[in-house]
């Protein structure tokens, strides 16, 4: 089936630092890809879609400057956390969306997840 | 507007019990519905789903669901829980329009099997 990875699976940073998140797509081509945010004990909320070759399209209230979202290929994106703050460790979940597969172009696939927090 | 309702946040159940966890939706445009389950630090994985077709949905893990467009509803059953099944599990509607492909999730219901 479709795989789709993250990495780092957990970071721990200082304040005041970014970090970088990686999502890949294993075995398929990702045309778009979504990047997720759940705090402890809720769901996931929906923080930016990106097609690859074109600039993010970021859900309201989610800052832009503040979570970069590139898309490089079609296998690869990646979400980098800007002078991270406390109040951004979460967990983050990326996800994938295939065209190139017969009866599974309505489906995600997701990864495992990010563990971040931020001291 | 799109939105998705789990009515329950928390289900305890004994462990062989039946058990239903509902989700009802809204939307102005045809949707694709799916369940996902999350086990603790972990990303989701896809229970089952309902894109077209026969109403009734069966999953892994022995689920089903069943798609009631006049009640807007796709509630998941099984008919007999497993201590494996204590999950939290998120029911999600996708859209497929002009404004592009969006998924909402519910806030999801932790279904807590007891010995």
């Known amino acids: 089936g479709a795989v789709v990875s993250q990495h780092p699976s957990r970071v721990i940073c200082k304040s005041g630092t970014s970090v970088k998140i990686e999502c890949r797509s294993l075995?398929?081509?990702?045309?778009?890809m979504f990047w997720y945010r759940q705090f402890p004990k809720q769901s996931l909320m929906l923080m930016a879609t990106?097609?690859?070759?074109?600039?993010?399209?970021?859900e309201q209230g989610v800052e832009k400057d503040k979570f970069l979202i590139n898309h490089a290929s079609l296998t690869l994106s990646t979400l980098t956390v800007t002078s991270a703050h406390p109040e951004d460790s979460s967990f983050y979940i990326c996800?994938?969306?295939?065209?190139?597969?017969?009866?599974?172009?309505?489906?995600?696939?997701f990864g495992p997840g990010t563990r971040l927090t931020v001291l | 507007a799109q939105s998705v309702t789990q009515l329950d946040s928390q289900v305890p159940v004994f462990e062989e019990a039946p058990v239903e966890l509902r989700c009802n939706y809204s939307?102005?445009?045809?949707?694709?519905l799916f369940w996902y389950v999350q086990y603790p630090n972990q990303g989701l994985q896809l229970l089952l789903k309902?894109?077209?077709?026969?109403?009734l949905v069966k999953g892994i893990n022995g689920f089903e669901a069943e798609f009631n467009k006049s009640q807007t509803s796709f509630h998941l059953r099984k008919p007999s829980v497993h201590i494996s099944d204590t999950a939290e599990y998120f029911c999600?509607?996708?859209?497929?329009?002009?404004?592009?492909?969006?998924?909402?999730f519910g806030a999801g219901t932790r279904l807590f099997v007891k010995a």
């Open positions: 996800s994938a969306r295939t065209l190139t597969r017969t009866g599974t172009n309505n489906e995600q696939f």
């Open positions: 075995d398929f081509q990702a045309t778009t």
């Open positions: 990106s097609n690859e070759g074109s600039k993010a399209t970021y």
């Open positions: 939307s102005s445009v045809s949707v694709y």
């Open positions: 309902y894109l077209s077709g026969s109403t």
């Open positions: 999600a509607v996708t859209r497929l329009n002009t404004g592009g492909f969006k998924t909402i």
